[in-house]
């Protein structure tokens, strides 16, 4: 499990999380939206600790860290326990799509080079890129990249993976190829928190929605709750703007 507490992040005099409290069960597909600015991806890159919150404490389970008194050995030990994909890809562009995944599990995890590229070669399979292994990142579509990057993520087996808008750069028709990936895995039980603005992946695979706006939870709950009778009127309001109702008549 995977527990939140009074999360704050400020930078100057803007405060972008205001005392988040939240609650990931094992296994659950946790996914949060809200408009641009309302502290989303803020807080996924507090959870990995690529941004320092200002206070609150975090809990991945048997692990508990409080981030004002986070040390180098602390936030190494929560950095094993997680494993974020990023919106842009960030693969290295001189390496190839499995040395892109070993990398990590030959710096970070220190394996032996063998069960590195057994393990990522079995990851790259995963994702539905046998065929790319020795690719490199400008030889594939930014669909094949952003698997590359999921692949990555799995290949480290974290006990939570963080999704930051894992299909906002991507061409529409490459969207489809990404999402069926997620969806895969999220069917093997694997503990996800995604932010994203696919409404019908939000729908069909998470487990729990969370809705932020102006750095706090303004509502949460399972998907059919939340899309169906949403309770507070600015979740309302975002849905209404994001999927409005056809206009159009026959």
């Keep these: 499990m995977i527990e939140l507490k009074q999360i704050s992040k400020s930078f100057g005099k803007n405060q972008v999380l ?12 946790v996914v949060i939206l809200g408009p641009s600015g309302s502290g989303k991806t803020t807080l996924l890159r507090c959870i990995n600790y690529l941004e320092k919150p200002d206070n609150g404490q975090i ?3 048997d692990f508990k860290l409080d981030f004002k008194t986070a040390g180098k ?6 950095r094993q326990r997680s494993a974020m994909v990023f919106q842009h890809y960030n693969l290295f562009k001189h390496k190839t799509a499995l040395e892109n995944v070993m990398e990590g599990l030959l710096i970070v995890q220190k394996l ?6 057994r393990r990522s070669t079995q990851m790259l399979e995963k994702v539905g890129l046998a065929a790319k292994l020795d690719a490199y990142p400008s030889e594939l579509s930014g669909g094949q990249q952003q698997r590359v990057g999921i692949a990555r993520a799995l290949a480290l087996n974290p006990e939570v993976i963080l999704f930051d808008e894992p299909t906002s750069a ?3 028709e490459l969207v489809g190829e990404v999402l069926d990936v997620i969806r895969k895995i999220a069917g093997e039980g694997i503990t996800m928190i995604v932010v994203t603005h696919e409404m019908g992946f939000a729908r069909d695979v998470a487990n729990h929605v969370v809705f932020m706006d102006g750095g706090v939870i303004v509502e949460e709950g399972k998907p059919s709750e939340l899309f169906g009778k949403p309770k507070e009127e600015r979740t309302k309001q975002f849905l209404k703007r994001i999927a409005p109702e056809p206009s159009y008549s026959i």
């Design 18 to 29: 205001q005392s988040i409290d939240l609650t990931v069960e094992k296994g659950e597909v």
């Design 59 to 61: 809990r991945i389970g």
């Design 73 to 78: 050995k602390d936030i190494h030990n929560l």
């Design 112 to 117: 032996p080079k063998d069960e590195a590229r």
């Design 170 to 172: 991507l061409d529409p």
